[in-house]
T-cell receptor, first 113, second 112 residues
Framework: SQTIHQWPATLVQPVGSPLSLECTVEGTSNPNLYWYRQAAGRGLQLLFYSVGIGQISSEVPQNLSASRPQDRQFILSSKKLLLSDSGFYLC????????????FGAGTRLSVL | GQNIDQPTEMTATEGAIVQINCTYQTSGFNGLFWYQQHAGEAPTFLSYNVLDGLEEKGRFSSFLSRSKGYSYLLLKELQMKDSASYLCAVRVSTDSWGKLQFGAGTQVVVTP
């Protein structure tokens, strides 16, 4: 069966510090991968998606970047965090080739102080 | 732009029925999803509708009318553990990326 791992679960970082959140998927090949952010009381906002190694598409301009160095690894990064980067970050995977359902990791709650 | 609207909050009593409505105006449509999200946790998949009609899955049912841009999630025999946020999401295009547009979620509060 497929599983998705996301870490860390909680992170407190000072403004201006770098960020690296990692997500890995097991039990499937060539998945579509997604990074979402959820602000308090708000819906999920899609930040990045990837359909293959090295292929990243950005949905909104922002202070963050994403990379996919391996088929089942998706990384969210920032060189310098802003206060507005605080939120709940969720990684998700979906079957490639037009598959529909997305399955979410447990999420990382990031507080930038 | 894409609009997906759902009520902010609903309250119901244990054992009752609650219907959560979702209306959408999107540039395309290739399926509607419902997810459940407990506080501080990740969303979990509940249902998927791409054709008009009702899909029943245990205590939960989901309905879709594409011509009206409307869906609802019906929760029957409510239990305390059903207290959660319910997210409506639309897959806008038929491309292989599977991107979803999410509504803001409906917080359901189940009272004893």
């Amino acid at each position: 069966s497929q599983t998705i791992h996301q870490w860390p679960a909680t992170l407190v970082q000072p403004v201006g510090s770098p960020l690296s959140l990692e997500c890995t998927v097991e039990g499937t090949s060539n998945p579509n991968l997604y990074w979402y952010r959820q602000a308090a009381g708000r819906g999920l906002q899609l930040l990045f998606y990837s359909v293959g190694i090295g292929q990243i598409s950005s949905e909104v301009p922002q202070n963050l970047s994403a990379s996919r160095p391996q088929d089942r690894q998706f990384i969210l990064s920032s060189k310098k965090l802003l206060l507005s980067d605080s939120g709940f970050y969720l990684c998700a995977w979906g079957p490639g080739a037009g598959g529909n359902i997305q399955y979410f990791g447990a999420g990382t709650r990031l507080s930038v102080l | 732009g894409q609009n997906i609207d759902q009520p902010t909050e609903m309250t119901a009593t244990e054992g009752a029925i609650v219907q959560i409505n979702c209306t959408y105006q999107t540039s395309g449509f290739n399926g509607l999803f419902w997810y459940q999200q407990h506080a501080g946790e990740a969303p979990t998949f509940l249902s998927y509708n791409v054709l008009d009609g009702l899909e029943e899955k245990g205590r939960f049912s989901s309905f879709l009318s594409r011509s009206k841009g409307y869906s609802y999630l019906l929760l029957k025999e409510l239990q305390m553990k059903d207290s959660a946020s319910y997210l409506c999401a639309v897959r806008v295009s038929t491309d292989s990326w599977g991107k979803l547009q999410f509504g803001a979620g409906t917080q359901v509060v189940v009272t004893p």
